[in-house]
């Protein structure tokens, strides 16, 4: 198994970054004629850093060499994004200087793991002072991530310190934490360039996952699908790369025209785009200035550097050193990932400002929440791992089920992943799966729905005293909630089980719900039936009935719900028992005839044509006839009947 780990250089203009790159791995990193004419770097560079023990421990060392210049700051912000092991590095002679302090600030929000402070240039001074600048240094680095940091003396152009300086970068990154390679690909392109006989070629870090060659992925934030031709890593065609790879991309089926710094490659359809999101924001302790809601921003994540304002909740003014959760507005759409770390920089003149994590990708419009109440929703996303964010997406959904189409996106993860979460907050009684793998909702949601049910179903029951309850399609377009059928259709399973509800001829119910009928309506009732029974097919019309009788609807509603009557039609209803003599007497007429014709149905039940028509055409919509030109047949299912009779 390889280690892959990403070294980044940081530190002032002129400190040496570039020449201890070349000391250390004998490439040189300034490779463009402006970089070497004036001695600077302008753009970052790269190379790798090998030797015995890296080959034999199965270690890939990358390196990213930035520029100091505080003029390219944004490049170095580019390039940092991946860094894993940071080499600050400061010049003997001229000790911690602006760009010393606002990289390590930098490193520090990006949370990169480890770093090496390197102090080069030690020939160029004696040793009495060289320990006064790493006595300066430990002070100024105090609670930052390098405070503890282990400090090695080089002179990048004699070599002197340059062995001890590999090992040791070489010990740390054993040491080091593996990236996760189960999550999706994340690969923010950092350099693109058409390269003669190979086409579209572009390089970046990768952040997590692996790519392989020969597979499609999707460049974002635009969406296109791209075909990964073949991969580079250290200088070297590769099958595969993993999570903290250096990687060179040829691309098929884009021009270099269409891809800009910044986007990003992964799996398709795996990751929000949006110019909107909330983010935590550690604001510098150092500046000489506040920050105002609505201010303008540089915006730098991953490869990206963009601009976009920004917004403060419940307050209009922040200042040096707070923690506050803050809503961004970038210029273009971007595509991010949860707990993504980012940085801001001042708009003009160019200072960070401070940086933080992404923590509500594409959030809902907050007009109506409180802002105390978005406080708290990004204050529990900034505590909560990967299963306690699922959870909370799915319980901001408030008004729907959360799909798992949306849930991948909001959360950038890997099909196997979420579902094991999922399953596991199932499991745990905190979500309730309402299509298999398609909808969930939360159990608070659930909880809300069901009083919303029985609110509304006893409502119905108070309304009308003689149905025996609502249909679901009729309940599912009254709560406050949107469901789709079967989506409904679970909730009610869920409730019927539970003893909360019944479910009667396709009618819902409260469970302990019964009818009782009055004296007077029983005798209503029964003289109704009877009716019904005496005149077998050549029942009353409903009209009649409901007219002829006080509160004669009502019953009569009741007669169907409880199945003593049979509906044909809006019209037509027959006896329940009168309806069940008709399939043995069908049976029977089919044990000595083939076929049936309407002039035969309506004489076998003694009928006329007014009733008989609409009962055959019923019963072949039951599937008990079938009809061929103007005869009908027995099917196997009335054939079973006669059977089980
Ligand atoms: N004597 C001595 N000179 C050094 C050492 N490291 C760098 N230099 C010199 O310092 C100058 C700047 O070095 P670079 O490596 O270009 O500095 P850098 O930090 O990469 O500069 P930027 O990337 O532009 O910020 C060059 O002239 C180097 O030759 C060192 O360890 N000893």
């Known amino acids: 198994m390889t280690k892959n780990i990403i070294i980044g250089t940081a530190g002032h203009v002129d400190h040496g970054k570039s020449t201890l790159i070349k000391a250390l791995t004998g490439d040189e990193t300034d490779r463009l004629a402006a970089e070497k004419e004036r001695g600077i770097s302008i753009e970052p560079g790269f190379s790798h850093l090998e030797n015995d023990k890296t080959n034999s421990e199965n270690l890939r060392l990358g390196i990213v060499d930035v520029p100091g210049h505080e003029k390219f700051v944004n490049k170095m912000l580019a390039a940092a994004g991946g860094v894993d092991l940071a080499l600050i590095v400061i010049a003997a002679d001229e000790g911690v200087m602006p760009q010393t302090l606002e990289h390590l600030a930098i490193l520090d929000l990006l949370e990169v793991e480890k770093a090496i402070i390197v102090l080069t240039k030690i020939e160029l001074v004696d040793k009495e002072w060289t320990d006064l600048i790493e006595l300066d240094l430990k002070d100024q680095f105090k609670g930052s991530f390098a405070a503890k940091a282990d400090i090695v003396r080089v002179d990048s152009e004699t070599g002197k310190g340059i062995a001890a300086l590999k090992d040791l970068i070489i010990e740390t990154a054993l040491q080091m934490k593996k990236r996760q390679k189960s999550e999706i690909p994340y690969y923010p392109i950092d350099r ?195 299963k306690e964010a699922v959870e909370i997406f799915i319980r901001k959904k408030e008004n729907s089920a959360a799909e798992i189409k949306f849930l991948k996106k909001k959360s950038a993860l890997k099909n196997e992943k979420l579902k094991s979460i999922l399953d596991d907050l199932v499991k745990e009684a905190k979500i309730i799966e309402l299509r298999t793998d398609k909808s969930y909702i939360h159990y608070q949601d659930f909880e809300k729905i069901k009083e919303d049910i029985l609110k509304i179903i006893n409502a119905y029951h108070k309304k009308f005293e003689l149905r025996a309850g609502l249909k679901k399609e009729e309940l599912r377009s009254k709560i406050d909630f949107s469901l789709n059928k079967k ?112 002039a035969e149905f309506r004489d076998l039940i003694g009928s006329s044509r007014r009733y008989a028509l609409p009962l055959l055409k019923k019963l072949e919509e039951l599937k008990l006839l079938k009809r061929k030109e103007d005869l009908r047949y027995p099917t196997n299912k009335l054939e079973k009947i006669k059977k089980s009779d």
Not at 315 to 332: D, Q, R, S
Not at 523 to 540: D, E, S, V
Not at 571 to 591: A, G, P, R, T
């Open 192 to 386: 693109v360039f058409t390269l003669k006989g190979f086409g579209t070629v572009v390089t970046g870090t990768l952040f997590s996952g692996e790519i392989k060659a020969g597979e499609e992925l999707a460049l974002y934030p635009m969406e296109k699908t791209i075909k990964i031709r073949s991969l580079e890593n250290h200088g070297q065609e590769v099958e595969k790369v993993e999570a903290g790879s250096r990687v060179g991309i040829n691309i098929g089926g884009l021009e270099k025209s269409e891809i800009e710094k910044g986007n990003i490659i992964t799996t398709p359809d795996s990751l929000l785009k949006s110019k909107f999101f909330e983010a935590e924001l550690k604001i510098l302790e150092n500046l000489n200035f506040t920050i105002k809601n609505g201010d303008s921003i540089h915006f730098h994540t991953a490869a990206l550097d963009t601009t976009g304002k920004i917004y403060l909740y419940n307050k209009k003014e922040a200042f040096p050193g707070e923690k506050v959760y803050v809503k961004l507005v970038l210029a273009e759409k971007a595509a991010l990932f949860f707990k993504q770390k980012y940085i801001i920089r001042r708009f003009s003149p160019m200072q960070t400002i401070g940086g933080g994590e992404i923590l509500e990708l594409d959030p809902p419009p907050r007009r109506k929440v409180s802002e105390h109440k978005i406080m708290t929703d990004l204050d529990n996303l900034k505590k909560a791992d990967l």
């Open 487 to 598: 989506e409904m259709d679970t909730m009610l399973e869920i409730l019927v089980k539970e003893k909360v509800l019944k479910e009667n001829n396709n009618l819902i119910s409260e469970f302990a719900f019964k009818i009782s009928l009055t004296k007077d309506l029983l005798a209503i009732k029964n003289k109704i039936l009877k009716l019904y029974q005496k005149n077998l097919f050549n029942p009353p019309a409903k009209e009649e009935i409901v007219e002829q009788y006080e509160n004669g609807a009502s019953i009569f509603n009741y007669l169907v719900d409880n199945n003593y009557l049979v509906q044909i039609n809006s019209e037509l209803y027959f006896d329940q028992e009168v309806y069940s003599q008709l399939k043995i007497i069908l049976n029977n007429y089919f044990q000595k005839n083939e076929s049936l014709s309407l």
